[in-house]
């Protein structure tokens, strides 16, 4: 284990606000870095919260303004520079933010970005061949706007050391937390976690929560009731034949019909679905053995092989997420 060293002073962070942002990722890097902590032995964080219009109103999503002390000279000048969201993925951050990037890493600072904020990241050519993440919803836009950054939809963030990129929203507190714990120790990084009342730990690797769509019942055909019936029955040994009955079709009729409706075959979707129904009893405590039963999965070997090819990580490390 490497030992971590505590800093002789402390270490600047800026975060950027700008006019339309939503407020909860901007109160994540707050919550984190911008409240004291005198139970931590040594020199805790600094924040500044800046502005390329410092001192002026910035209207947030939900109906009040925020107004930034300090202006971008602040932000190129920090340890870490933290962008938590870009209003407009498509246009993207004013010229003037871009600039303010590309000083703040060159002079060696850590940036980091939430959410959206990777557009930021992207545009200052701060991620051009990089792996970096987003939130799922804008990954297929990074890509397409980012050739030259290597886009991973399905994980919760990425460290390159002096550029990291996380997930959407609460994605952005477990990647703040992962710095606290690169800076600090896993000690240190436990007890904010605690005073957050947050998991202490969810590796980058893992998977974002996205959950496969279920049919509404108004708009239920056949083949969206056969999927009501089995979401009732995972813990039952269910086939395509079996799926296929439900539906009143032949079972190649029904894959087909199926494909069409969900974009995937019964049994990829069966397995998420049960991958899926897994988590709450994990985080309940459930141990590995027993969750893989009571969602249908024949052994535990199998839920383990489908659960890390789904989630990224282990039954086992995500139960330990919530229970170590």
């Not at 399905?154 to 050391?161: K, S």
């Not at 969900?262 to 141990?287: D, F, K, M």
Request: charged share 20%; aromatic share 6%.
């Amino acid at each position: 284990m490497v030992a971590v060293v505590a800093p002789s002073r402390p270490h600047r962070v800026a975060t950027l606000v700008t006019e339309g942002m939503a407020p909860f990722e901007l109160s994540s890097v707050v919550e984190v870095f911008g409240l004291p902590r005198p139970e931590v032995d040594g020199p805790w964080y600094t924040l500044d919260v800046c502005s390329d219009r410092p001192g002026d109103p910035l209207r947030m999503t939900g109906g009040f303004s925020v107004s930034a002390e300090h202006g971008l000279d602040v932000l190129a000048g920090a340890d870490t520079v933290v962008v938590p969201a870009v209003v407009d993925p498509r246009s993207g951050p004013g010229d003037d933010v871009v600039r303010a990037l590309r000083a703040a890493h060159a002079r060696g600072a850590r940036v980091v970005s939430i959410c959206s904020g990777a557009f930021a990241l992207a545009a200052a050519g701060l991620l051009d061949g990089r792996e970096a993440t987003t939130h799922w919803q804008y990954a297929g836009l990074l890509a397409e706007r980012f050739p030259a950054v290597s886009v991973r939809p399905d994980v919760l963030y990425v460290d390159h050391g002096d550029v990291l990129t996380s997930a959407g929203s609460a994605a952005g507190l477990d990647l703040c937390l992962h710095l606290v714990r690169t800076d600090h120790g896993p000690a240190v990084a436990n007890m904010v976690a605690r005073r957050l009342v947050v998991p202490p730990h969810r590796a980058g690797g893992q998977a974002q929560f996205i959950e496969a769509p279920v049919v509404p019942a108004e708009e239920r055909d056949d083949v969206g009731g056969a999927l009501a019936w089995a979401l009732d029955h995972l813990a039952e040994p269910i086939s395509v034949d079996v799926l296929a009955h439900r539906a009143h079709m032949a079972p190649r009729t029904f894959a087909r019909h199926f494909a069409r409706r969900t974009g995937t075959s019964p049994i990829r979707w069966l397995i998420t679905q049960r991958v899926q129904a897994s988590l709450p009893l994990l985080e309940a405590g459930e141990p590995v053995s027993r969750a893989a039963a009571l969602v249908g999965f024949d052994s535990p070997v199998t839920f383990r092989h489908h659960f890390t090819r789904t989630m990224g990580t282990s039954p086992a490390a995500y139960r330990k997420a919530f229970h170590g």
